[in-house]
């Protein structure tokens, strides 16, 4: 089955303590983003990769790192949490750009 | 820069009623993408349908219509005799050609509330 996975799908944890969410998908995908879900500021990308080893930049990048060393990985890494990283994340795959994006089931985050 | 707006943050109907989501949305790119997805309570987005500014045809999917009108740039989405599993909030999307990124420019969603 064609998917996109996520792990953990819910995550509480302490300001400063480093954590990695997870990302991988099975499409052989070029495209991969993280997006970030927040009440009345709606979904934002974060991060974005093209292909292996070529990452950028979204709208809201800081506090965030990623690293693409496989085409189906694409983990988010926050190195030191803060309470206003608190929110649902999502990541997402494209076949190529201005194609649709496959997104996986979320992880919730919570940073106390 | 390009923005989405649904104007619309709530709506309620009763089942079997028609219901249309409206979508505006702006951007200066010639070559641009238009999306619409569902977010049912489970929270997971789930892609509906894609759209190039080329091609301004309408579609209809089973009891889901969508009227792209670029003279307006609008992209609306319409379900017909309503059911409860529609319940959903739904966004519409747009993605430019010139943004490397792939990046999807979100509105701000519709919450649909179908009550039998």
């Known amino acids: 089955e064609a998917q996109v996975t996520q792990n953990p799908r819910y995550l509480i944890t302490v300001t400063g303590k480093k954590l990695t969410v997870t990302c991988s998908q099975n499409?052989?995908?070029?495209?991969m983003s993280w997006y970030r879900q927040d009440p009345g500021l709606g979904l934002r990308q974060i991060y974005y990769?093209?292909?292996?080893?070529?990452?950028d930049k979204g709208d809201v990048p800081e506090g965030y790192k990623v690293s693409r060393k496989e085409k189906r990985n694409f983990p988010l890494i926050l190195e030191s949490p803060s309470p206003n990283q608190t929110s649902l994340y999502f990541c997402?795959?494209?076949?190529?750009?201005?194609?649709?994006?496959?997104f996986g089931p979320g992880t919730r985050l919570t940073v106390l | 820069a390009q923005k989405v707006t649904q104007a619309q943050t709530e709506i309620s109907v009763v089942e079997k009623e028609d219901v249309t989501l409206d979508c505006v949305y702006e951007?200066?790119?010639?070559?641009?993408?238009l999306f619409w997805y569902k977010q049912p309570p489970s929270g997971e987005l789930v892609f509906l349908i894609r759209?190039?500014?080329?091609?301004?045809q309408n579609e209809i999917s089973g009891r889901y219509s969508w009227n792209f009108q670029k003279s307006t740039s609008s992209f609306n989405f319409t379900i017909t005799a309503s059911q409860v599993v529609d319940s959903a909030v739904y966004f519409c999307?747009?993605?430019?050609?010139?943004?490397?990124?792939?990046?999807?420019?979100f509105g701000g969603g519709t919450r649909l509330m179908v009550k039998p």
């Open positions: 990769s093209m292909n292996v080893e070529v990452t």
């Open positions: 759209r190039n500014s080329f091609d301004e």
């Open positions: 999307a747009l993605s430019e050609a010139v943004d490397a990124g792939n990046m999807l420019t």
């Open positions: 997402a795959s494209s076949f190529q750009e201005g194609t649709e994006q496959f």
């Open positions: 951007t200066r790119d010639t070559t641009y993408y």
């Open positions: 499409m052989n995908h070029e495209y």
